[in-house]
């Protein structure tokens, strides 16, 4: 069955520091997501992406993130300089189109800690 | 602000008994709405999704939706030790465009005890 597949399961970077996550889409999708969940909390909508471009984003997806879809397969997640606060597990996911009526499939997530 | 409300429980169920996790939500012109479940420290798995008033079955579960009341609730029949998760609410807002946005509750908890 196919699937989102996220890299690295777990990242453990110091405040300041530039981090990537990696995200591959299900193959026939074309909208893709991030996600963030602080522990405890609710999942989060941070940004959607389709055909190369954001398609919205939520108050928390400020400067300092960024989303790229490099090449046809991959699509990134970077947060430029890292602070405490954005620790939490990090989820990916894709939908075949962008209306409502599209079911999400999230990857198994980015644990990110920032110490 | 566009909201989605879930007890946060726990809640707690004998196997075998039908488990009912209920949701609300605020927007009012919502139109898609999902239930995921998700085990500790992994991601949300879907399980449901309904679009129009009504029940909607899937073997053990069953979703049901009313718009008027801004409502939606899950029925997990038959329940198992394995059905011991959080369960999440999500709803596709208007506003979204084009996008597939979801917005979450912060989810029920259920243990299903032997």
């Known amino acids: 069955e196919p699937e989102v597949t996220q890299t690295p399961s777990h990242q453990v970077t110091q405040m300041g520091q530039e981090v990537i996550l990696r995200c591959v889409p299900i193959s026939n999708h074309l909208y893709f997501y991030w996600y963030r969940q602080i522990l405890g909390q609710k999942v989060e909508f941070l940004v959607s992406f389709y055909n190369n471009e954001i398609s919205e984003k939520s108050e928390i997806f400020d400067d300092q993130f960024s989303v790229e879809r490099p090449d046809g397969s991959n699509f990134t997640l970077k947060i430029r300089s890292t602070k405490l606060e954005d620790s939490a597990m990090y989820f990916c996911?894709?939908?075949?189109?962008?209306?409502?009526?599209?079911?999400?499939?999230f990857g198994q997530g980015t644990r990110l800690t920032v110490v | 602000q566009k909201e989605v409300e879930q007890n946060s429980g726990p809640l707690s169920v004998p196997e075998g008994a039908i488990a009912s996790l209920n949701c609300t939500y605020s927007?009012?012109?919502?139109?898609?709405f999902f239930w995921y479940r998700q085990y500790s420290g992994k991601s949300p798995e879907l399980i449901m999704s309904?679009?129009?008033?009504g029940d909607k079955e899937d073997g053990r579960f069953t979703a049901q939706l009313n718009k008027a009341s801004q409502y939606v609730s899950l029925l997990i029949r038959d329940s198992q030790p394995s059905d011991s998760a959080t369960y999440l609410c999500a709803v596709n807002p208007t506003g979204s465009g084009n996008t597939g946005k979801l917005i979450f509750g912060q989810g029920t908890t259920l243990q299903v005890k032997p």
């Open positions: 996911a894709s939908t075949m189109g962008g209306g409502p009526n599209t079911e999400a499939f």
């Open positions: 927007d009012r012109g919502s139109q898609s």
């Open positions: 309904i679009y129009s008033n």
